[in-house]
C-alpha cells in the first residue's frame, strides 16, 4: 500500500521497470531509472545532514532534476518546496526565508541571479547546483555550493521513519492581497489527490501527460502525481507560444493535457493536426472559469476528446470536477465532489443552503491541508471546524472555507459565482463578475476579459470590463453595445478598455489584484 509520496515512483519501478516515467527534450527516464536518480538526491541531502521535516527548495524551469530534487527531498524525510521559476530575487527571498528552507536546489545562472538575497537567508545551509561549478559562483556563496555530481554521490544515513500525516511539501499561493501564504500539505493529503484524480481521469499506465504549468502550482504539480500514482509518463515542457504546445502534443504523442484559462483561450483558435486529435484522450480545465465560447470551440475542434471542468484549491488541491458526458449539458458547472471528498454549500452561520440560494463553498475530507505555514491566524480564517458534524466528536474535524460563492441545483451540481471579495456591489445590485465576462465573451474574438469593480461616487462601485482581444477582435465600442443588447442596465460596464495584454500571476492566472489596483481613481 503506498501511504508516502515518493513510494509511487519506487512501486512502479519495481512493478514495470522499463516503463517510461519521465520526457525532457532529448531525456528520457525509465521508471527504474527515476528511482534511482531520486534515491540519489536522497543519499545526498541526507549527507548535507538534512532532518526530518527541514525544508528543500527547487528553483528551476520545468526540467528532470526539479523532479527528482522535488521526490528525492521527501524520500530524505523533508519537505520539499517548488519555487515558480519566473519569481524574482527578491520574491524568492521571501519565501526562502518564510519557510526557513535549509537546502536550495538550482542552476548556476539563477543561483548567480539570487546572490544579494541569499546572503540575508540565514537559515540556508546548502546550494546544489545542477550545473555549473561552485568556483563560478560570487564568492559569498562558493562555501555553501555543492556541484551536482558531487551531490549525488553523497554517502546515505538511517532511512527516516516517516508516516502518511507528515509534512509533504509547503506550496506558495499567487499572493493576490499581500505577501504568499505557503500552504502546508501532508504525504495523506497528496496521495489521495492524486489517487482521487487519477480516478475520475481514468488515468492508466498508457497514459502520457503534458506538464505545461509550473511545479509551484497545485495544479502543475497534480500532472506529476497523478501520472506516478499509475505508473503513467510525463512530458516536461516550458512553451513560449501556445503554437509550441500543440507540436509538444504531435511530437511525444499526449493522452491528457492540463491547462488554464488564459492558455486555453489561445489553444482554441489554434489549428489541431489530425494526430493530435487521434492521441490527446482528455483535457483539463482549472484555476478559473472555462469561458463558454472557449469551451464549445474546443469541443468542436477535439470532437473525440474528453472535457474535464474543475475547481479546486491549494488548500484542498482539488475539489471538484464536471463529467465529460455533463459538459454539453450544464457547461457553466463546476461538477461534484471528487471521490473521497464532501461539499458543502453553507451560509454565514454554517447551516448548509437551499438549492438555488448562494453560499460558501467548504471542503471535507482527506485532501484539506494542515495549514499555513507560521501563520496561525491566517490559518484561523480559512481552517475552521466542518458545519453539521456530530457534535459528540470531542475534537472537531477541520475544513476548509474556501472564501468562494457558489451554488447547488436541484440535482447536486455546483456553479461558481464568484470570490467572496470580489463581487461587485453596483447600484444597489450584488453582479457577479463572471456573469457580465461570459456575455463579453460571446462575441468572440477575445483572449481574456476581467470585469471588475472600480470605486464611484455615487454607485458605489461601477463595473469596468477589461478586455485583451484576438487580431480580428471586435471594438470597444462593438462590445459595449453588444453587452448593452444582452445585460440587464445595472450590468453594464460603465467603460471598456482594451489592452494588447492582461497581467497574469505567477501560475498563469488572471492577476485580478493587480488589474483593480490600476483602477481605484478612476471615476473620482
Known amino acids: 500500500m503506498t501511504t508516502l509520496l515518493h513510494q509511487f515512483i519506487e512501486h512502479h519501478a519495481n512493478l514495470t521497470p522499463t516503463a517510461v516515467a519521465l520526457l525532457h527534450k532529448d531525456r528520457q527516464l525509465d521508471y527504474r531509472q527515476l528511482a534511482d536518480a531520486v534515491n540519489a538526491v536522497s543519499r545526498g541531502l541526507q549527507a548535507l545532514g538534512l532532518s526530518p521535516d527541514e525544508r528543500v527548495a527547487t528553483y528551476l524551469p520545468k526540467q528532470i532534476e526539479a523532479v527528482t530534487g522535488m521526490f528525492g527531498a521527501v524520500a530524505a524525510g523533508g519537505v520539499f518546496v517548488p519555487v515558480n521559476p519566473v519569481l524574482k530575487a527578491a520574491q524568492v527571498g521571501y519565501i526562502l526565508n518564510d519557510c526557513n528552507v535549509r537546502v536550495l536546489i538550482t542552476s548556476l545562472a539563477r543561483a548567480s541571479g539570487l546572490a544579494e538575497v541569499l546572503d540575508q537567508c540565514h537559515d540556508l545551509r546548502h546550494l546544489v547546483l545542477v550545473d555549473g561549478s561552485p568556483g563560478q559562483l560570487p564568492d559569498a556563496l562558493q562555501t555553501r555550493a555543492i556541484?551536482?555530481?558531487?551531490?549525488?554521490?553523497?554517502?546515505?544515513?538511517?532511512?527516516?521513519?516517516?508516516?502518511?500525516?507528515?509534512?509533504?511539501?509547503?506550496?506558495?499561493?499567487s499572493g493576490s492581497t499581500g505577501k504568499p501564504k505557503g500552504v502546508v500539505l501532508s504525504h495523506r493529503n497528496m496521495v489521495a489527490g492524486a489517487e482521487s484524480v487519477a480516478e475520475y481521469l481514468r488515468n492508466s499506465a498508457d497514459d502520457r501527460l503534458l506538464a505545461v504549468l509550473p511545479f509551484s502550482f497545485d495544479y502543475g504539480l497534480s500532472q506529476l502525481t497523478t501520472a506516478f500514482s499509475v505508473g503513467a509518463s510525463v512530458a516536461l515542457m516550458d512553451y513560449l507560444l501556445p503554437r509550441d504546445v500543440i507540436r509538444a502534443l504531435a511530437r511525444y504523442r499526449i493522452t491528457g493535457l492540463a491547462a488554464v484559462p488564459p492558455l486555453w483561450n489561445q489553444l482554441a483558435g489554434l489549428d489541431w493536426p489530425d494526430e493530435v486529435r487521434d492521441s490527446l484522450r482528455y483535457i483539463t480545465n482549472s484555476g478559473g472559469a472555462m469561458p463558454l465560447a472557449t469551451t464549445r470551440s474546443l469541443r468542436t475542434a477535439l470532437p473525440d476528446t474528453d472535457i474535464y471542468l474543475m475547481y479546486g484549491l491549494t488548500e484542498a488541491f482539488r475539489s471538484s470536477y464536471l463529467p465529460p458526458d455533463q459538459v454539453d449539458i450544464r457547461p457553466e458547472s463546476m461538477g461534484k465532489a471528487i471521490p473521497n471528498a464532501e461539499l458543502l454549500v453553507v451560509r454565514e452561520d454554517g447551516s448548509e443552503c437551499e438549492p438555488g440560494e448562494p453560499g460558501e463553498l467548504v471542503h471535507r475530507g482527506a485532501l484539506v491541508a494542515m495549514g499555513y505555514w507560521n501563520a496561525p491566524e491566517k490559518t484561523a480564517e480559512r481552517f475552521r471546524p466542518a458545519p453539521g458534524r456530530p457534535a459528540g466528536i470531542p475534537i472537531p474535524e477541520i475544513a476548509v472555507w474556501s472564501g468562494d460563492q457558489v451554488r447547488r441545483d436541484e440535482e447536486g451540481y455546483l456553479y461558481f459565482i464568484s470570490r467572496k471579495d470580489e463581487m461587485i456591489k453596483t447600484s444597489g445590485y450584488r453582479v457577479s463578475p463572471t456573469e457580465v465576462e461570459e456575455v463579453a465573451y460571446a462575441i468572440g474574438g477575445l483572449a481574456?476579459?476581467?470585469?471588475?469593480?472600480?470605486?464611484?461616487?455615487?454607485?458605489?462601485?461601477?463595473?469596468v470590463l477589461v478586455v485583451q482581444v484576438t487580431a480580428d477582435g471586435p471594438?470597444?465600442?462593438?462590445?459595449?453595445?453588444?453587452?448593452?443588447?444582452?445585460?440587464?442596465?445595472?450590468m453594464v460596464p460603465a467603460a471598456i478598455e482594451v489592452r494588447e495584454e492582461l497581467p497574469r500571476n505567477a501560475n498563469g492566472k488572471l492577476d485580478r489584484r493587480s488589474l483593480c489596483d490600476g483602477f481605484q481613481d478612476f471615476f473620482s
Open 448 to 463: 481574456q476579459a476581467a470585469a471588475l469593480g472600480v470605486p464611484h461616487p455615487t454607485l458605489g462601485q461601477a463595473i
Open 147 to 173: 556541484a551536482w555530481e558531487d551531490f549525488v554521490a553523497g554517502e546515505a544515513g538511517p532511512a527516516p521513519t516517516r508516516i502518511d500525516s507528515d509534512m509533504a511539501a509547503i506550496l506558495y499561493t
Open 475 to 490: 471594438s470597444g465600442d462593438d462590445l459595449l453595445s453588444h453587452c448593452k443588447r444582452e445585460l440587464p442596465a445595472y
